[in-house]
């Protein structure tokens, strides 16, 4: 008997139909063959608003960096957003940003830095064959120079204005309707979650919709050690 498969279907009796339909129907349509790098951001309402877009564009994963600025958010913008995403932030280590950078790497990831400032390719010419982490820096100054130097390729946004940069918020936004529309309609991109990455999330998402989850969970362990021995 596999205990997650188990967790899921008894936690599942104390969810509403209608929760279970969502949360069968977004396991689906989630990914990790993109994620999201943010280096610094400090402004609350940005920060919650790359959450929204991520969880509305079904990426899973999000890597903070807080070299400087601690990542909060601002609830009137997440729109609980936060909850259903894994974020992974680096703050201990004496250059957090090479060690996110190494860590996604070292996962088989190429990191893709957006700058305005470096030619290489605009989002629509980027190769997404392989997992892609896409990597935004702060809202004034955009990616260290640390950032770029290590990241494996550059990447633009169209833009047709006097400005020179689009909002870090807006930013995501476009650049993963670009990269999600595509890897989805790539028949040779293997852009789901396997079956375990789906069981671990909808767990996970139970335990945050049934009160006392930790309480209940306790329960279902002793009980799942008592039936299977």
Same mark, same amino acid.
């Given at each position: *008997?596999?205990?997650? @498969? %188990? !967790?899921?279907?008894?936690?599942?009796?104390?969810?509403?139909? /209608?929760?279970? +339909?969502?949360?069968?129907?977004?396991?689906?349509?989630?990914?990790?063959?993109?994620?999201?790098?943010?280096?610094?951001?400090?402004?609350?309402?940005?920060?919650?608003?790359?959450?929204?877009?991520?969880?509305?564009?079904?990426?899973?994963?999000?890597?903070?960096?807080?070299?400087?600025?601690?990542?909060?958010?601002?609830?009137?913008?997440? *729109?609980?957003?936060? @909850? %259903? !995403?894994?974020?992974?932030?680096?703050?201990?280590?004496?250059? /957090?940003?090479? +060690?996110?950078?190494?860590?996604?790497?070292?996962?088989?990831?190429?990191?893709?830095?957006?700058?305005?400032?470096?030619?290489?390719?605009?989002?629509?010419?980027?190769?997404?064959?392989?997992?892609?982490?896409?990597?935004?820096?702060?809202?004034?100054?955009?990616?260290?120079?640390?950032?770029?130097?290590?990241?494996?390729?550059?990447?633009?946004?169209?833009?047709?204005?006097?400005?020179?940069?689009?909002?870090?918020?807006?930013?995501?936004?476009?650049?993963?309707?670009?990269?999600?529309?595509?890897?989805?309609?790539?028949?040779?991109?293997?852009?789901?979650?396997?079956?375990?990455?789906?069981?671990?999330?909808?767990?996970?998402?139970?335990?945050?919709?049934?009160?006392?989850?930790?309480?209940?969970?306790?329960?279902?362990?002793?009980?799942?050690?008592?039936?299977?021995?």
């Amino acid at each position: *008997m596999d205990k997650t @498969k %188990w !967790l899921i279907e008894q936690f599942f009796e104390h969810i509403s139909d /209608n929760k279970k +339909e969502k949360f069968q129907k977004n396991i689906q349509n989630r990914t990790r063959h993109i994620t999201v790098l943010l280096e610094n951001l400090f402004q609350p309402h940005n920060a919650s608003a790359v959450l929204r877009s991520c969880d509305c564009f079904g990426v899973q994963d999000i890597h903070i960096i807080e070299n400087y600025n601690k990542y909060t958010t601002n609830r009137e913008i997440d *729109m609980g957003s936060s @909850k %259903w !995403l894994n974020l992974y932030k680096y703050n201990q280590a004496e250059h /957090n940003t090479v +060690e996110a950078i190494n860590h996604l790497k070292s996962k088989g990831y190429k990191i893709v830095a957006t700058t305005p400032h470096t030619d290489d390719c605009t989002i629509d010419e980027l190769p997404i064959d392989q997992p892609v982490a896409l990597m935004f820096g702060t809202e004034l100054t955009g990616l260290t120079d640390i950032a770029l130097e290590h990241a494996d390729a550059y990447v633009k946004l169209p833009m047709y204005g006097f400005t020179e940069s689009y909002n870090i918020s807006v930013s995501v936004a476009l650049a993963l309707f670009n990269v999600t529309e595509r890897i989805r309609k790539d028949n040779n991109i293997n852009w789901r979650l396997s079956e375990n990455e789906q069981d671990e999330i909808l767990l996970d998402w139970s335990k945050k919709v049934v009160k006392h989850s930790s309480k209940v969970e306790a329960i279902l362990n002793k009980r799942f050690e008592s039936e299977t021995n």
